[in-house]
């Protein structure tokens, strides 16, 4: 956990030992180290970084951006472990607490069309049935656009374009893609 301080710095400091004391009483979490310096958090941030990579590292990745309430962010790795344990190798969340966005990995040693077909579309409609949108950090880009409907209107997936077209009237700006 990292925190950007804000413009006073005790009330931030009692806000995230409140928070870190809710995590461990309710079994959020079990275990945590808060940086003490400068070098420290430099070094937690090192670590968080290299964490695509070594997902990467562990075989065939189905990479997944997705956003829920923070009462549910771990909720849905259990759920996906629970799923495909037995066709994955790994399952690895992480992510931002902030705004609830999540980077689950599922890992195996090759592609495997079994694995892919017990994530999606049950990964998607789990995450919006959860308050949460499967259009994250990432947006959507071309591997979700069959379920890019899922917990949007018409209405505001009609929005969307008409903002992309303000601002991109020529569609050149990552063309064949969308958010």
């Not at 562990?58 to 495909?84: M, W």
Request: glycine share 8%; with cysteine; aromatic share 12%.
């Amino acid at each position: 956990l990292d925190l950007f301080l804000g413009s006073n710095e005790e009330h931030d400091a009692k806000k995230l030992e409140r928070f870190l004391e809710d995590c461990f009483s309710n079994g959020v979490a079990v275990d945590g180290v808060q940086a003490q310096s400068s070098a420290e958090s430099s070094a937690m941030w090192r670590l968080r970084e290299s964490a695509p990579l070594a997902v990467s590292a562990d075989g065939f990745a189905y990479k997944n951006d997705v956003s829920l309430p923070l009462e549910h962010f771990y909720q849905l790795t259990e759920e996906i472990r629970a799923r495909c344990a037995k066709l994955a190798k790994n399952i690895v969340t992480y992510g931002h607490l902030g705004d609830g966005n999540s980077h689950l990995n599922v890992t195996s040693e090759g592609y495997s069309q079994e694995l892919y077909d017990s994530l999606y579309p049950f990964l998607y409609e789990w995450v919006i049935a959860h308050g949460g949108s499967i259009s994250a950090e990432h947006g959507i880009g071309q591997l979700k656009l069959p379920y890019s409907s899922l917990g949007k209107s018409a209405a505001e997936r009609d929005l969307v374009w008409k903002i992309k077209a303000i601002f991109d009237p020529s569609g050149i700006l990552n063309p064949y893609k969308t958010f």
